[in-house]
């Protein structure tokens, strides 16, 4: 099964300090995944794909084949960027491949 | 606008009882997912349906099951009702036509078993 891995639950910043939440995947193909954000009392909504190498809300995501990371980044942290965040493998047509992470809840301190 | 909706938005129920889980989506996509989110486990997958035809388990598929009643309608029933299974469930569509397709949620059901 396709896994990936987002080793902090937790993780707090603050306000204008770069942040950086991790992700690892631990399967072979195409890697390509998705960052995927959940703000306060809001649905579940896709940040960013890496086919689409764009960067939303100053967020940007490098794909590191060597390191098999594909870690959420922002050089400066805002307080609206406090959200639990979900990284994704590709829906395959496979059985038990949709696994997300186990996010990562980000606070930013004013 | 297209949209995923869930009904009810919130539900508290007894142990043992019987409930369901609506999910409507006016996306056109053939696929539907039910997600439960749990603090500390994240989001995990308890059944998915790529057409109406198609229904699969998920990685916790026990102690559910679904309908998949049109492409529009997926519905996920809890049989007999357990404390453990308090947690907020989400519903999500995607479209087959894309080779890495994103999935679409709905707003959420917050699920309270007593």
């Known amino acids: 099964a396709q896994r990936v891995t987002q080793p902090e639950k937790l993780l707090s910043v603050f306000k204008g300090a770069p942040v950086e939440l991790k992700c690892n995947y631990s399967?072979?193909?195409?890697?390509?995944l998705f960052w995927y954000v959940q703000y306060s009392r809001q649905r579940l909504q896709l940040l960013l794909r890496?086919?689409s190498r764009e960067s939303i809300k100053g967020f940007t995501a490098d794909l590191n084949k060597g390191e098999t990371s594909f870690h959420l980044k922002k050089p400066f942290a805002q307080e609206e960027d406090s959200a639990m965040y979900y990284c994704?493998?590709?829906?395959?047509?496979?059985?038990?491949?949709?696994?997300f992470g186990t996010g990562t809840r980000l606070t930013v301190i004013p | 606008d297209a949209d995923v909706t869930q009904t009810p938005r919130n539900r508290i129920t007894k142990t043992g009882k019987r409930i369901m889980l609506e999910c409507s989506q006016t996306k056109g996509h053939d696929r539907m997912y039910w997600y439960r989110q749990d603090p500390g486990l994240g989001l995990r997958l308890i059944y998915y349906s790529f057409d109406v035809k198609d229904i699969n388990k998920g990685e916790i598929s026990d102690g559910y099951s679904v309908s998949r009643q049109a492409q529009a309608k997926f519905s996920l029933s809890l049989e007999s009702a357990i404390p453990n299974q308090t947690a907020l469930y989400f519903c999500?569509?995607?479209?087959?036509?894309?080779?890495?397709?994103?999935?679409?949620f709905g707003p959420g059901t917050r699920l309270l078993v007593l």
């Open positions: 999500a569509t995607s479209d087959a036509g894309q080779g890495f397709e994103t999935q679409y």
């Open positions: 890496h086919i």
């Open positions: 399967y072979s193909g195409s890697p390509e």
């Open positions: 994704a493998p590709p829906l395959g047509t496979g059985a038990n491949n949709l696994f």
